[in-house]
C-alpha cells in the first residue's frame, strides 16, 4: 500500500464551503494511469489532480511542478479551479517557487504563471481561441435554458481547452432565474456559460458579474464556480470593452455557494483570474 499526501481544497471561497471543491494528491509520479482514473472518477468531484515534478523541458523553462488533471469522465488539458487549488496544496505542502512570489505551472496547454497578491492566487488566463457559433445550434440552447432571444445581448464559442458557448444576457434576474433543462443541455453536448455584466464596476466589495457554467459534457449540470470559463468570458468581456479592466464575478448562488473570482487585466493585456483558496481536508490517500 502506498501512502501519499492528499487535501481536498476549497477553491475561490472566502468562507468554508463557499467554492469549488478540489482533490489534490501530491508526490504522484509513480501512480499508473489507470489509478489515477480510477481515482479521480472514485472522488466523483468535478476534478481531481495530481502533482508531479515538471518534465525536464518544463523545468528548464522555468516550470515548478506539474499537474494533470481527470473529471471523472478522463484528462481535461487546463482547468481554472485545479489550476488555482493544486498551486494552493503545492505551497501548502511546502513548495518554493523558483521565483519569489510567481509559481510556474506546467499542464497539457503549457505553462501558466500563478501570481501571489493580497492573500489570493491568480492564474495568467491562457490563450483563447474564439469564434462566432452556430446561429441554430445557439437557438436551441437559449431554448433549452430557458431563456427568451431578447434576453441574449451576445454571444460567442470560447476554447481555452474547455469549450464553452458564452452568453452575455440583459439582466441579473437572467442569470440567476434559469430554470435550465438539463437533459436537453445533454442532449445538445454543448457547455454552456452565462453571464450578466453590470454597468459599472463596484468599489464596495459587491459583485459587478453574475455567472453560471452549464458542462454536460463533462458529467455536471452546473459547476459551483469556474475558473476556465471565467478566464475566457474575461479575455472576451474586456476584449470588446464590454467589461472593465477590473472587475468581481459572483458564481455559486444557485447551487447554494457563494463563489468569488478576482478578474484583472493587467498593463501589457494580459488576464489575471484570482480568488481564495482553503483546506478542507487534509490527510493521506491509499493506493495499492
Same mark, same amino acid.
Given at each position: ?7 481536498? /481544497? ?14 489534490? /494528491? ?49 484528462? &481535461? ?33 503549457? &505553462? ?18 474564439q469564434s462566432a ?27 481555452n481547452g474547455p ?12 442569470? &440567476? ?41 463533462l458529467g455536471t ?68
Amino acid at each position: 500500500m502506498t501512502y501519499l499526501p492528499f487535501l481536498q /481544497v476549497d477553491v475561490f471561497s472566502e468562507h468554508h464551503g463557499d467554492g469549488n471543491p478540489l482533490a489534490v /494528491v501530491l508526490d504522484a509520479e509513480h501512480l499508473p494511469e489507470r489509478t489515477l482514473r480510477r481515482f479521480a472518477a472514485w472522488t466523483n468531484l468535478s476534478e481531481t489532480t495530481f502533482l508531479l515534478p515538471p518534465t525536464e523541458s518544463a523545468r528548464a523553462a522555468g516550470a515548478d511542478y506539474r499537474v494533470r488533471i481527470f473529471t471523472p469522465r478522463g484528462e &481535461l488539458p487546463f482547468a481554472g479551479h485545479p489550476t488555482l487549488g493544486s498551486c494552493y496544496a503545492w505551497l501548502h505542502a511546502g513548495g518554493q517557487p523558483r521565483s519569489p512570489g510567481t509559481i510556474v505551472q506546467e499542464c497539457t496547454v503549457g &505553462l501558466v504563471p500563478i501570481r501571489q497578491q493580497q492573500g489570493r492566487l491568480a492564474f495568467a488566463a491562457p490563450p483563447m481561441q474564439q469564434s462566432a457559433p452556430n446561429p441554430a445550434m445557439t437557438a436551441l440552447v437559449v431554448g433549452a435554458l430557458g431563456l427568451r432571444p431578447q434576453q441574449v445581448r451576445a454571444a460567442r464559442l470560447l476554447n481555452n481547452g474547455p469549450r464553452w458557448l458564452a452568453l452575455l444576457v440583459d439582466s441579473k434576474e437572467a442569470v &440567476l432565474g434559469l430554470t435550465p433543462d438539463h437533459a436537453r443541455l445533454k442532449d445538445l453536448g454543448q457547455d454552456v456559460g452565462i453571464v450578466y455584466m453590470a454597468g459599472e464596476a463596484h468599489a464596495n466589495g459587491e459583485p459587478d458579474a453574475f455567472v453560471r457554467g452549464f458542462s454536460p459534457s463533462l458529467g455536471t449540470s452546473e459547476d459551483p464556480v469556474t475558473g476556465s470559463l471565467n478566464a475566457s468570458l474575461a479575455q472576451w468581456l474586456i476584449g470588446q470593452g464590454l467589461a472593465p479592466h477590473a472587475y468581481l464575478v459572483a458564481q455559486g448562488e444557485c447551487r447554494g455557494r457563494a463563489g468569488r473570482v478576482y478578474i484583472e487585466q493587467d498593463g501589457e493585456g494580459q488576464v489575471w483570474v484570482g480568488g481564495n483558496c482553503l483546506t478542507a481536508i487534509e490527510g493521506r490517500a491509499h493506493f495499492p
